[in-house]
């Protein structure tokens, strides 16, 4: 009986023993996957984070293009007026020599409403100092009659005209077309 009673307190001992040992299994599998699941949110909250730097990334990059892109279309307004601005004052100074051509122009025996293209190679105070044919109108008597007109009216009219202003025009010569 004695034996059974130790037979018993024994396998009553490995049962809690073994009990026990179950216990801290569970508790280290416990930890194990509480360890994983805090891990687990840390790389979630650090792709969140990854993901938002991202989006901010991309939203900064589109303002910016947004920004460059209002930028590059003022300063092309900016141009466009510029150019339109040149080529007025451009337009007011061939209509001037244009008419003081017209007013040499000897029309006598010479066909009328030709039109011929000449460039013209000028100095700042609108003396002619090479003049070329560049588009004939037919008439040889009617190009050539243009062509003394221009001479004869040399000077040309450019009173007023800015430096700068005249090298990007007719410093590098101006074709202009006389038609009368």
Do not use: C, H
């Not at 730097?53 to 991309?58: G, P």
């Not at 601005?85 to 017209?102: F, G, H, P």
């Not at 009219?157 to 800015?162: D, E, H, Q, R």
């Amino acid at each position: 009986m004695e034996e059974k009673k130790q037979y018993a307190r024994a396998l009553e001992q490995k049962e809690r023993k073994l009990e026990a040992e179950n216990q801290r299994a569970r508790e280290v599998a416990e930890e194990k996957r509480r360890q994983e699941d805090q891990k687990k949110r840390e790389i979630l909250k650090s792709l969140q984070d990854t993901q938002q730097k991202l989006e901010d990334l991309e939203r900064s990059a589109k303002l910016q293009k947004q920004q460059k892109d209002k930028k590059m279309q003022q300063q092309q307004v900016r141009v466009d007026a510029a150019q339109v601005e040149m080529q007025d004052k451009l337009s007011k100074y061939i209509n001037l020599i244009r008419i003081a051509v017209q007013k040499e122009w000897a029309s006598i025996g010479v066909d009328k409403g030709l039109r011929v293209l000449y460039k013209l190679d000028l100095n700042e105070s609108g003396v002619v100092i090479d003049i070329e044919l560049d588009k004939s109108s037919g008439n040889s008597a009617y190009d050539e009659s243009v062509r003394k007109a221009i001479l004869i009216a040399s000077p040309l009219p450019l009173t007023g005209i800015k430096p700068s202003f005249f090298n990007e025009t007719f410093g590098r010569g101006v074709r202009i077309d006389f038609q009368f």
